[in-house]
């Protein structure tokens, strides 16, 4: 990892920086797809999967026996971790749910809002060498708490843990299709898949694109994405075995993902380099996780706040905070997306099983986007009821403030009700 010791605050910005993509040449690749989609339905899709998967698909739908048949090609201790994990996440994101208040904001008039779940929503899993069944418990879950009424998911992947998870989850009807093809088919909905009004789930930079371009003509999305990241600020305190680990997690996503250390220690930064060389070596996805941690950073600063004021620049995806007084930095960090407090509370706790959701905003937009949950997967309908009472307390500063703005009708709708109560 490429050490710098002690840059300038002038420096910040662009050492931060992420990769810039060529984003316009991706969008002119992925546009002839959705419009495809969009006029030609199955056909296009049927050709898409030919050209670039190598496969033909007569029927999209997997059946109900092959996802039934996939609980019997696990092992019953994957099913035991898939099933206790689906419990955490369960438990966690029910307590976001929000019975309505009603609110009277002056005598007469009551106000309250009341959540209800997106009727039809729809999960992308990519295919590749890591069969993201993890994901599928992390849509699944918040959008089955929330109430949506239909939940698709598409994904070029058939492996069982993924069929698996989504039955667990409830999800209504799986399609074998990948790419920018299926969020295509899912935006406009074709004669075999129906129309969704989100979309959800992590791809690569096609999927990525397609989601942003649809976003333009109104299709909802959960978020921008880009390449996973973690930031890891660490002091004397933290074990550089334990953040080394986290580190190559991290990296083992694929050779684009961002790894970022923070610290005041020289001693601490040289032993965790020491034991990123020393597990790397040890690791399946070496050569992956070997082009990321080229490409990462670690980098000294004076103090704590300085380390603190940089984090809240750089605004990580994940944040593992590996200090003596966590709690306390915790709650001076405004830019993140998922916060990992001490040395026993690895980030791949909550990628799988602690209850906290992994899709979470990446490339810096934690400063201003959440990760998913429930309320991912509602839209918030506000009520109003206003009584006799309550129309003559509140009328005349709505007849004044409608006459100001030049509002005739708006006006009168008051005055009418007003003047049948007084006469």
């Given at each position: ?12 910005k ?5 990769p810039?993509k ?26 898409f ?5 190598k496969?033909e ?7 109900q ?10 092992s019953?201790?994957?099913k ?25 904001t ?20 990519p295919?590749?060498?890591?069969p ?5 418990l ?22 069982p ?25 899912m935006?406009?909905?074709t ?9 959800f ?6 999927v ?38 986290d ?8 050779a ?12 601490f930064?040289?032993?965790v380099n ?7 070596n040890?690791?399946?996805?070496k ?28 605004a ?18 405004i ?16 990628d ?19 990760g ?7 839209k ?12 003559l307390?509140?009328?005349r ?8 703005e ?18």
């Open positions: 990892m490429n050490i710098i010791s002690f840059p300038q605050r002038s420096e910040w662009n050492l931060l920086a992420r810039v060529e984003m316009a040449e991706i969008e002119q690749k992925v546009l002839p797809i959705l419009q495809k989609v969009k006029h030609e339905g199955d056909s296009a899709l049927k050709e999967a030919l050209k670039f998967d496969v698909l007569n029927n999209f739908q997997v059946s026996q092959e996802i039934d048949a996939a609980e019997g090609l696990l019953f201790e994957l035991e971790a898939i099933g206790q994990a689906y419990n955490n996440i369960y438990t966690f994101h029910q307590s976001q749910k929000q019975s309505p208040e009603v609110i009277e002056m005598a007469g008039v009551k106000c309250w809002r009341k959540s209800v779940g997106i009727q039809k929503v729809g999960f992308y899993i295919g590749g060498t890591a993201l069944f993890s994901t599928v992390m849509l699944g879950v918040p959008a089955q708490i929330a109430g949506c009424e239909e939940r698709i998911l598409c994904s070029p992947s058939n492996h843990a993924i069929y698996y998870a989504a039955k667990l989850v409830g999800i209504t009807k799986v399609y074998r299709i990948g790419g920018a093809q299926a969020i295509a088919a935006a406009y909905g004669e075999s898949i129906p129309q969704v009004y989100k979309i789930g992590p791809g690569n930079q096609y990525t694109a397609a989601k942003q371009l649809l976003s333009k003509e109104g299709v909802a999305i959960d978020m921008p994405a880009g390449p996973s990241e973690v930031a890891v600020m660490a002091d004397d305190f933290a074990i550089p075995s334990f953040v080394a680990s580190l190559l997690s991290q990296a083992e996503h694929g684009d993902s961002q790894v970022l250390l923070v610290s005041t220690s020289k001693k930064v040289s032993a020491l034991a990123v060389s020393g597990q790397l040890r690791l399946p996805r050569d992956l996780a070997s082009k990321a941690i080229e490409n990462s950073k670690i980098i000294l600063l004076d103090n704590e706040q300085d380390c603190i004021d940089l984090i809240n620049e750089y990580p995806e994940h944040l593992i905070l590996a200090v003596e007084n966590y709690n306390e930095v915790g709650e001076k960090i830019n993140a997306g998922s916060i990992f407090l001490g040395n026993y509370t690895p980030e791949s706790c909550g799988y099983a602690s209850g906290t959701n992994h899709t979470l905003p990446t490339n810096g937009y934690a400063r201003a986007y959440s998913v949950s429930v309320d991912s997967f509602v918030k309908i506000t009520f109003q009821e206003i009584s006799k009472e309550g129309i307390n509140i009328g500063t709505v007849e004044l403030m409608a006459e100001a030049s509002l005739e009708a708006h006006k009168r709708a008051v005055s009418l009700r007003m003047e049948s109560l007084t006469n």
